[in-house]
């Protein structure tokens, strides 16, 4: 991270869709992206966003770039810090105690909604047009905010960064690519096994250490994910359910129930407000 002219962090705007970024650094990273739907993939936690996302993430928490493989128009500001960005007077100063404690549950990645991800999120967008000074007690209003808020989630449930757990970019990059081009038909765990050199018993204990997850649990995932952007862009459910590899219109439904909370048929009435 190489912070702008003047200033002790750096704020940017990447555009990153069309690459697979499974990365890591010791920054801090704080994160807004605006898309319909996307995946949130942090350390072992594996999800989806929709509308939008703000992620807090620690230093050395390997994590997948938030507009990985998106398919519509989105917006996206990242911020990246070191802990120590303000010198010794950030762990030594008292009026520093609730950010402090803040960064420190950012080992396990944190998840803002509500009030506190649109506040959060306004000021981060205010941020891009003010001068470097400003931009530092802007920046430090909004770790208050989040320091401060209750409407956070933690994404893992102990220290996910690579002193503890490293994994490998080139296997993760494999499964990703695989997945996309065949979550629509019937991906096999035998197939991505052979391609990744490992025997599909190793592959598949490999792949719940990384995610968390079975491997047909990941791809139920990958493919609901899809079905949102689908659902919101006007496809049908009939349409949708064969469009991401199911032949079942009620298997698709209770799997998408299960895993978004709403029946496809709630989802596009509460994001779409019409039948």
């Known amino acids: 991270m190489i912070p702008g002219p003047g200033q002790s962090?750096?704020?940017?705007?990447?555009?990153?869709?069309?690459?697979?970024?499974?990365?890591?650094h010791p920054e801090f990273e704080l994160t807004f992206v605006e898309a319909q739907s996307g995946i949130r993939h942090v350390g072992q936690h594996v999800s989806s966003y929709l509308g939008s996302d703000l992620i807090f993430i620690g230093s050395n928490i390997p994590h997948l770039n938030f507009d990985y493989e998106l398919q519509t128009e989105y917006k996206q500001i990242v911020i990246q810090m070191k802990e120590d960005f303000l010198g010794t007077a950030f762990r030594q100063s008292p009026e520093f105690v609730t950010i402090q404690k803040l960064f420190d549950r950012a080992t396990k990645a944190i998840s803002f909604h509500g009030e506190t991800k649109r506040k959060a999120a306004e000021k981060l967008?205010?941020?891009?047009?003010?001068?470097?000074?400003?931009?530092?007690?802007?920046?430090?209003?909004?770790?208050?905010?989040?320091?401060?808020?209750?409407e956070y989630e933690l994404l893992n449930d102990r220290d996910t960064s690579v002193k503890v757990f490293l994994k490998d970019k080139i296997r993760m990059s494999s499964v990703?690519?695989?997945?996309?081009?065949?979550?629509?038909?019937?991906?096999?765990?035998?197939?991505?096994?052979?391609?990744?050199?490992?025997?599909?018993?190793?592959?598949c204990r490999y792949f719940k250490k990384q995610t968390n997850m079975t491997f047909t649990d990941f791809v139920n995932q990958y493919r609901i994910s899809q079905a949102k952007t689908y659902l919101l862009n006007g496809k049908n459910i009939s349409e949708t359910t064969y469009s991401v590899g199911f032949s079942s219109i009620s298997?698709?439904?209770?799997?998408?129930?299960?895993?978004?909370?709403?029946n496809p048929s709630d989802f596009k009435k509460r994001y779409l407000h019409h039948d």
């Open 125 to 150: 967008q205010r941020m891009l047009h003010l001068p470097a000074f400003e931009q530092l007690l802007c920046l430090l209003e909004i770790f208050q905010l989040l320091a401060d808020s209750h």
């Open 176 to 203: 990703y690519e695989y997945i996309h081009a065949s979550f629509n038909e019937s991906p096999d765990v035998n197939v991505i096994a052979a391609k990744v050199n490992l025997s599909t018993a190793a592959f």
């Open 251 to 262: 298997h698709f439904s209770q799997l998408f129930k299960k895993i978004v909370g709403d």
């Open 9 to 24: 962090f750096k704020i940017f705007t990447p555009s990153l869709k069309q690459y697979f970024y499974w990365h890591y």
